[in-house]
């Protein structure tokens, strides 16, 4: 049977991982990772829009070497798709970060960290070494010129390729989920980029110094 491999057999469509990992995770972190603002009306226009793309389909052509690779950031990568800079990855997994671009590395694809990342960013970017992915830095224009300074630095020192400027969250939502779970970051994690924020401290929450 023409089947692709897959690597559980319970999981077949981005839909069921995300029903499967849902049903694993605390009900504070279910909320963070699958709310947004309000009534997810953005939210809900996003994947919409996203459904919209469609494959094109190629018949009667020559499909006997099919490179799906492309150039981005002056780096190859296996596909042109990337994975976009999220935040916490420490409350799905123990590594945080360092599993999503160990994943990135062996698969070959472009990988932007947020600055609401549980992990520096040297040590994600060491775990691509040897590979021919390229790494960006999401960076939020924070109040404080010093702090955005130290965003930049440290993955300017060690190599990323991009930086990736976030302009529209002057002031963040109201997240529903988040308010009613009472949302704190655990006490084993922190943000790297932001060492004088409290272990308490929500991701970004609301009070927190966006620039003018």
């Known amino acids: 049977m023409n089947r692709a491999k897959t690597y559980d057999e319970n999981v077949h469509t981005i839909a069921e991982l995300e029903e499967l990992a849902t049903a694993q995770l605390s009900p504070m972190t279910r909320g963070y990772y699958n709310g947004g603002a309000m009534e997810l009306v953005t939210l809900k226009e996003n994947k919409t829009a996203f459904d919209k793309y469609k494959f094109r389909p190629r018949v009667l052509v020559d499909v006997t070497h099919v490179d799906t690779s492309t150039t981005c950031l002056g780096a190859k990568s296996a596909f042109p798709l990337g994975i976009a800079p999220s935040a916490c990855h420490g409350l799905a997994h123990p590594i945080a970060e360092i599993g ?3 994943a990135a590395a062996k698969s ?3 990988m932007i960290l947020s600055c609401w990342s ?3 960013s040297k040590d994600v970017i060491e775990e691509g070494k040897g590979s ?3 790494y960006g830095q999401q960076v939020n224009v924070l109040s404080d010129e010093e702090t955005n300074l130290n965003i930049i630095r440290e993955p300017e020192e060690t190599g990323y390729n991009a930086l990736f400027l976030t ?3 002057r002031w963040r939502g109201r997240r529903i989920n988040e308010m009613k779970n009472k949302f ?3 006490e084993h994690l922190s943000f790297p980029s932001f060492p ?3 272990e308490k401290n929500t991701a970004g929450s609301e009070e927190f110094p966006y620039g003018d």
Do not use: C, F, K, Q
Request: hydrophobic residues 35%; charged residues 15%; glycine residues 10%.
């Open 100 to 102: 999503t671009s160990r």
């Open 196 to 198: 004088w924020m409290g």
């Open 167 to 169: 302009v529209d969250t």
């Open 118 to 120: 549980n992990t520096p």
């Open 132 to 134: 021919s992915i390229a």
């Open 108 to 110: 070959g694809v472009h």
């Open 184 to 186: 704190e970051l655990p």
